[in-house]
Structure formats: structure tokens, C-alpha cells
């Protein structure tokens, strides 16, 4: 079993900047890759970034150049820079096993206002 606890969610202007972290325990040697996705009010959720066991990374074309997924270890991170409105959702981190279970985190509300 793996538990996921995101953070760094707020409230901020277009054109800033927040750092989204997700805290894992348990079984986190058998995390393979995280995740970040997200979903706005009235949408369904959508994937945003990757990152794998080996460090590649992934990225959705809306968030391309302005996010950074990162990791270390048993946290995972979402630099996210020039924020737009559009990117107002709540934030669900998402961890996948080698066992290929996925574990999800509560969320966390991203307000970006213009």
C-alpha cells in the first residue's frame, strides 16, 4: 500500500507561481512513476505531467514550458510557473506500483485568478 499527501495549493495571481508536493509512504520502493492530473469545475480529469522510475519526464501540451515535474525519492514536486486561469483546479497526485496498481492523494485546490 502506498499513501499520497499533496500540498502547495493556494490562491495566486496570473503569472505566478506555485510548487505542488506530494508525499508518499508505505511501500514507496515499489513506486514506479508518478503523476499529476487535474480537474476543473464541471470537467473531467485530465493527465498533466509524468515521471518515471529512470527520470523521464512528460507533459501535457496546455502545460508544456510552464510546468516541471520532479521527484526525489518518497516526494514528488510541480513546479508550476506563469499560471494562467485555466489552470484553476484541484490537483490530484498519482503514484503507480511495479505491480501496476495506482495509488491516488485527496487533492489539492489551485485558484489562479485574472
Known amino acids: 500500500q502506498i499513501q499520497l499527501v499533496e500540498s502547495g495549493g493556494g490562491l495566486v495571481q496570473a503569472g505566478g507561481s506555485l510548487r505542488l508536493s506530494c508525499a508518499a509512504s508505505g511501500e514507496i520502493f515499489s513506486i514506479s512513476g508518478m503523476r499529476w492530473y487535474r480537474q476543473a469545475p464541471g470537467k473531467q480529469r485530465e493527465w498533466v505531467a509524468l515521471i518515471t522510475s529512470g527520470g523521464r519526464t512528460n507533459y501535457a501540451d496546455s502545460v508544456k514550458g510552464r510546468f516541471t515535474i520532479s521527484r526525489d525519492n518518497a516526494k514528488g514536486y510541480l513546479q508550476m510557473n506563469s499560471l494562467k486561469p485555466e489552470d484553476t483546479a484541484v490537483y490530484y497526485c498519482?503514484?503507480?506500483?511495479?505491480?501496476?496498481?495506482?495509488?491516488w492523494g485527496q487533492g489539492t485546490q489551485v485558484t489562479v485568478s485574472s
Open positions: 498519482n503514484a503507480f506500483s511495479t505491480a501496476g496498481i495506482n495509488y
